[in-house]
């Protein structure tokens, strides 16, 4: 499992990386395509308007009065141009027609009508020489107005040019290709989502696996012992000796009790979890003395404190100390909290229990001057079977369901709890449960 996930995270990237390099050149060559065929789609329309103001400049009669202009000799020899029988209107309206006839409408444009020669008037819009100094963003088409052949104003009229320019051509073409460039980018998020998803199920599977593995290490060397020890004392009670010795017989017997205990408390904390694990764990919640049980909870763990030649100190600082709890479950945390304390600390331990009044919560705080953690574990801490990296020292035992236990508990009580602690000077418990108002 550590060889194949690297391999299958950076194949997975890879194949990410390259799907998003193909798709980025694939949008590029469709933005040049549809950038071409704009192109020649917008040569179409301009050369259709062209045809269409060459053609009105047809009908015109060159005995007739230039539009637009005060007053022009009816005799003029040579035929007018567009410039000066069509209106800057007429020309909008003409263009504007042309791009409605090739399913362009609402195109934006801008327009000139200027002589080929440096003679001559010029007619353009009114933005013209303001977009059409960007060369980058804009287009411009350019198509030679020619009277048709045969006519009578052939060579006659002083040739003219039509200019369209097309602004932000490259935007035009982008919001065009809006949906299928939209789509692309969500179906790219999906699939990285996909694959973060992938990743961390991959990730927490690979944590089940070694807290599998863990647990039933653990478990393999929590009965191996009394097992092994009960094994012991059942072969002494085979011996001559120890049958004929009544002493004998009942420290071995002892022995069996309590190892026998020992294997049940284990069994009980492992089916205990199961059902905090499936939410079967029932609450009997009543008002109740926290003080009491916390007293009786410190009788328990007052022996293995002085097999370390520990300190126990007990400061009841609350006044009020009634909550709503159970109470075999809120002895058994507070418990934990000190079988933990006493586990992880060194020798001649000094623990220190609290409580408090903090904002209608009942506040009890375990400290302790042990290993303490440092800041990964710290994180880690209340998460089920996970326990403290200590190296190849296995002095402290369990199965790393204390905490977890505890956590569960307190949140069942609708209670808080937090941990803080510095690596080689102790850790801090703190537990935060609602005070009961009632009085009992």
Known sequence: MKRIFPIITVLIFL????????QVLWIRQAVDAK?????????????????????????????????????????SVFPPTIIHKLSRDEIWNTIKNAFEKHEMKDMPFEFAITPTSMMGEELQSEN???ISQDTINNKTFVYRLESPSGSISENLSPEELLVIVVPHVRAIIWKQM????????????????????????????????????????????EFKTPL?????????????????????MDYFSGIIKEENKRMNKQVETILQAAMLDKQQIQLNLKPLHAHEFVTAAVNNIR?????????????????????????????NLINNLLDNAVKYSKENPVITLTTMNVAGYLRIKV??????????????????????????????????????????????HKGRIKAESTLGKGSCFIIDLPQNNKKK
Not at 15 to 22: D, E, P, Q, T, V
Not at 180 to 206: D, H, N, Y
Not at 228 to 248: F, G, M, P, Y
């Open 367 to 412: 400290e302790d001057n042990g290993i303490g953690m440092n800041k990964e574990t710290l994180h880690r801490i209340f998460e089920k079977f996970y326990r403290a990296h200590t190296g190849n020292i296995h002095n402290v035992k369990g199965f790393g369901l204390g905490l977890s236990y505890v956590k569960t508990i307190v949140t069942a």
């Open 128 to 130: 013209f020489y303001k």
């Open 303 to 331: 022996l293995p404190l002085e097999e370390k030649h520990g300190v126990l100190e007990i400061h009841f600082n609350a006044q009020d100390d009634l909550i709503t709890a159970d109470e075999v479950h809120f002895t």
């Open 178 to 221: 809006s949906w299928m460039v939209v789509g692309a980018v969500l179906f790219t998020i999906i699939i990285f989502c996909a694959f973060f998803i992938t990743v961390k199920a991959l990730l927490k599977q690979k944590k089940l696996s070694e807290i599998k593995s863990d647990f039933i290490n653990n478990m393999t060397h």
């Open 228 to 248: 092994a020890t009960i094994s012991l004392a059942v072969d002494a009670l085979k011996n001559e000796k120890v049958i004929n010795d009544r002493d004998k």
């Open 35 to 75: 950038e071409q065929q704009f192109e020649e789609h917008v040569s179409i329309v301009t050369a259709t308007a062209g045809n269409d103001l060459v053609e009105q400049k047809g009908n015109f009669s060159p005995f007739e009065r230039k539009k637009n202009k005060d007053a022009v000799s009816s005799l």
């Open 15 to 22: 194949s990410l990386m390259g799907l998003i390099f193909f």
